[in-house]
């Protein structure tokens, strides 16, 4: 089972950045696709933008693309979330999550279930 570890989040002014990392262990990632995913108060938990690990290719939520971007370092079992322009509804907590199998746009769409690998989640607050 792949063991996750989000860090990056924090307080940012709206129009501002910040970058997330997940930092993978306990397993090689091949097949994998790792994720981001949201959850704000009162809503569901939504995916932001996920990766696959051996191709790279991503998918994008439409309410981020062009601000955010993911990116992956296979070296480093690691993977990225710039997240630019930020506005108060980019306000969550940022979960990233890994499932093997599976492509990014599917993963986006279906949150992982048990199947699923999760971290512990970090909190990004976009506030003037």
């Known amino acids: 089972q792949v063991q996750l570890v989000e860090s990056g989040g924090g307080l940012a002014q709206p129009g501002g950045s910040l970058r997330l990392s997940c930092a993978a262990s306990?397993?090689?990632?091949?097949?994998?696709?790792i994720g981001w995913f949201r959850q704000a108060p009162g809503k569901e938990r939504e995916g932001v933008s996920c990766?696959?690990?051996?191709?790279?290719?991503?998918f994008y939520a439409n309410s981020v693309k062009g601000r955010f971007t993911i990116s992956r370092d296979n070296a480093k079992n690691t993977v990225y979330l710039q997240m630019n322009s930020l506005k108060p509804e980019d306000t969550a907590v940022y979960y990233c999550?890994?499932?093997?199998?599976?492509?990014?746009?599917?993963?986006?769409?279906?949150?992982?279930?048990?199947?699923?690998?999760w971290g512990q989640g970090t909190q990004v607050t976009v506030s003037s």
């Open positions: 306990g397993s090689t990632l091949d097949y994998y696709a």
């Open positions: 999550a890994a499932e093997k199998y599976i492509i990014p746009q599917s993963m986006c769409r279906l949150p992982p279930g048990p199947s699923g690998s």
């Open positions: 990766i696959s690990m051996n191709e790279g290719s991503t």
